[in-house]
C-alpha cells in the first residue's frame, strides 16, 4: 500500500515495519497510524518492540523493511527534518554529570534552537520541583532527578510532535500525575503525543488510543477515548447467521461492534437496560453475555497468565468465556462495522 493513501490526519505511519538483529526478529509488520493531536501509548512487555517502533520513527534505527513517516517525511532518509519536529525523551537518559541541572537545560535548547530555555527552567524549578538542585551537578541526581531534568527539556519544547519512552519509569506518585498532567497540556497546545509505558492505569487516564504491542507485533489498537464515553458490551449468540437481527429500534442506543462469526456479534450499548432487555427478550437468542472491559483485562487478553496463544489471536475471540470461533474478526480494529453480506454469503 501507497503510504500516499493514508488519512491526512495521521501524523506519524508505518506500513509493514520489520526489524532484525541477526537471528532476533524485534519487529515483524508493524502498522500504526497516529493521528494529530491524539494522545497515543504503545504498550507491551519488555522486548515486545516499543523502543525499536519508536527508534525507527525517529530515524535512529533503519528498519529492515517497511516504511515509517513522520508529517508525511520518511523517517530513515530525512531524519534530520524529521527531528526538527520531534521532541523525543529517551527510556535511558543520559546527561553529562559535570553539568549543573541548569547548565544541562541551557546547552541542550541550544542544541534544539528554538526551545525556551527559560521555560525548561520554569518547567524544572517549578512544577517538576527541582528547585534549588538545578544548581546542583546532575552526576548528583537520583534517576528520577534526571528524568525529570529531560522531561522539563522534552515539555518546553514548542515542537509538533512529543516521542516519550516511559516518561513516568522512575517518577514518584505525585510525579507522575503532574507528568500525565503535562501530557494533557501539551495536547491542549495541539501537540501530538507517543506515549509508551507499562502503567496501565496511567496510560488509560491519557491516551486517546492505545496500541497493544507482543514480540514485534501489533495485536491490537483500542480507542480509549471512545470507551470512556461508557457503553457496556453485549456479545449476543444465535441459533444461526440469519437469525441475527439487521436492525434495532434506533432508542435502544445500540451499535454494531464487530462480527465475531457469522451468528455471533459483539454491540455497544449505552443507555438503560429495561428497554435493551425488552428488545432482547424478542430476539431468538441462544446466548448472551454483558459486560465491561478495562484497558487490563484486554492487556490480560494478550498478556495475563490466561494470553491468547499466537494461533488464538489470529483467529479472536474478544470473549475468552465463551468458545472460541473460527471468525472473521481480526485483531487490529479493522474488522468492526464488517457488512453482514461479507460474512453470511
Ligand atoms: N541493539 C540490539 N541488538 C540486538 N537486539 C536488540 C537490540 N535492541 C533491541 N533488541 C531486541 O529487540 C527486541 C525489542 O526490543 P525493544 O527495546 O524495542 O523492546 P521494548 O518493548 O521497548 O522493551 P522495554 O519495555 O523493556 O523497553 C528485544 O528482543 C530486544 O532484545
Same mark, same amino acid.
Given at each position: 500500500m501507497s503510504l500516499d493513501s493514508v488519512e491526512r490526519d495521521a501524523v506519524l505511519v508505518t506500513r509493514g515495519l520489520t526489524k532484525t538483529y541477526g537471528s532476533v #526478529?524485534? %519487529? #515483524?509488520g508493524v502498522s500504526l497510524e497516529v493521528k494529530r493531536g491524539e494522545i497515543f501509548g504503545l504498550l507491551g512487555p519488555n522486548g515486545s518492540g516499543k523502543t525499536t517502533t519508536i527508534r525507527i520513527l525517529l530515524g535512529m534505527l533503519r528498519a529492515t523493511a517497511g516504511e515509517a513517516r513522520i508529517a508525511g517525511l520518511? !523517517?530513515? =532518509?530525512q531524519s534530520v527534518e524529521v527531528r526538527r519536529l520531534v521532541s523525543f525523551l529517551p527510556g535511558e537518559i543520559r546527561l553529562?554529570? $559535570?553539568? =549543573?541541572g541548569r547548565r544541562m537545560l541551557r546547552f541542550l535548547s541550544r542544541l534544539r534552537d528554538g526551545v525556551p530555555y527559560e521555560a525548561a527552567v520554569a518547567l524544572a524549578e517549578g512544577p517538576l520541583g527541582l528547585g534549588p538542585a538545578l544548581? /546542583?551537578?546532575? /552526576?548528583?541526581? !537520583?534517576t528520577g532527578m534526571k528524568q525529570k531534568l529531560a522531561l522539563a527539556q522534552a515539555f518546553a519544547d514548542p515542537v509538533e510532535i512529543l516521542i516519550l519512552?516511559? +516518561? &513516568?519509569?522512575? %517518577?514518584d506518585p505525585s510525579a507522575r500525575a503532574l507528568v500525565l498532567d503535562l501530557v494533557r497540556q501539551a495536547r491542549q497546545r495541539g501537540q501530538t503525543i507517543i506515549f509508551s509505558g507499562h502503567v496501565l492505569s496511567e496510560v488509560e487516564k491519557v491516551c486517546d488510543r492505545v496500541a497493544i504491542m507482543r514480540t514485534g507485533r501489533l495485536l491490537w489498537v483500542e480507542d480509549l477515548a471512545h470507551r470512556r464515553r461508557g457503553y457496556r458490551l453485549l456479545l449476543l449468540r444465535f441459533a444461526?447467521?440469519? !437469525? @441475527?437481527?439487521t436492525s434495532w429500534p434506533e432508542h435502544l442506543e445500540l451499535q454494531l461492534r464487530?462480527? @465475531?462469526? +457469522?451468528r455471533t456479534v459483539l454491540m455497544e450499548h449505552r443507555g438503560a437496560p429495561p428497554p435493551l432487555l425488552d428488545w432482547l427478550a424478542q430476539t431468538p437468542l441462544i446466548d448472551l453475555a454483558i459486560g465491561t472491559d478495562d484497558l487490563q483485562s484486554l492487556y490480560d487478553r494478550y498478556h495475563g497468565p490466561n494470553a491468547l496463544s499466537d494461533d488464538e489471536v489470529e483467529d479472536?475471540? +474478544?470473549? /475468552?468465556s465463551l468458545p472460541s470461533h $473460527?471468525? =472473521?474478526? /481480526? +485483531?487490529?480494529?479493522?474488522? &468492526?462495522?464488517?457488512? #453482514?453480506e461479507d460474512l453470511v454469503a
Open positions: #526478529r524485534a %519487529l #515483524r520518511d !523517517s530513515w =532518509t553529562f554529570g $559535570h553539568f =549543573t544548581d /546542583r551537578k546532575v /552526576r548528583g541526581y !537520583s519512552d516511559e +516518561p &513516568t519509569s522512575a %517518577l444461526d447467521p440469519q !437469525s @441475527v437481527p464487530e462480527w @465475531v462469526d +457469522p479472536y475471540n +474478544p470473549w /475468552r $473460527h471468525g =472473521t474478526a /481480526r +485483531p487490529n480494529g479493522a474488522n &468492526t462495522n464488517i457488512p #453482514r
